[in-house]
């Protein structure tokens, strides 16, 4: 076994603070939750600091500590949150489509290159409000699934679902964002077009 590596915590919040508040926020939405990720992050990065064998550098080290702590908070939002009900987000999906399934407003081109999108904050903080408006339960598997990174399997044992019934909640949730960021972001106002 190699020399293990020397940790310094005195030193972790005017080093890793600021990024662990911002991968947080990204990942739960609102200030508050993030700030407590990461500071129960920290707080377990104390008790374990002993164990940490320098294999990664103390900041990946410690958002990995971070991430755990999002899933965490996912999973126990899951037992104690009371389910939405489902009606009203395949009612808000399926206001989407005419009775003939074809949308209503088609999604918005996207003017620019994405990645030039995806570097704007201001995007950035259309992306998180859009999220926070998102059904609890769609917006814990959207989080975990295209934010966390998460597979598939490990979203259904955290939050109790099948499979069937991630990719739904999948499936609802992007198109429900999609919708948002185009009222917020995009500026494109919905129509009224009636059914033909």
Request: contains cysteine; hydrophobic residues 40%.
């Amino acid at each position: 076994m190699g020399e293990q590596a020397e940790l310094d915590p005195t030193q972790w919040v005017p080093r890793h603070a600021d990024a662990m508040y911002r991968y947080a926020l990204l990942q739960v939405g609102d200030r508050e939750t993030a700030e407590e990720r990461v500071q129960e992050a920290f707080a377990a990065a104390l008790e374990a600091k002993d164990h940490f064998a320098g294999a990664s550098s103390e900041r990946t080290w410690l958002i990995s500590i971070l991430r755990h702590k999002i899933c965490d908070h996912f999973r126990r939002r899951g037992r104690e949150q009371p389910m939405a009900d489902p009606h009203e987000a395949v009612e808000a999906v399926a206001g989407m489509f005419s009775k003939h399934g074809k949308w209503r407003d088609a999604p918005t081109r996207w003017a620019g290159e994405a990645e030039d999108l995806l570097q704007r904050s201001e995007f950035w903080d259309a992306l998180r409000r859009c999220l926070t408006k998102l059904p609890g339960p769609l917006g814990d598997a959207f989080q975990l699934r295209e934010i966390q990174g998460l597979a598939g399997q490990e979203i259904c044992a955290l939050l109790g679902l099948s499979a069937t019934n991630l990719s739904t909640r999948l499936s609802r949730a992007r198109a429900l964002l999609r919708r948002c960021l185009e009222l917020v972001w995009f500026g494109k106002r919905p129509s009224r077009k009636k059914d033909r």
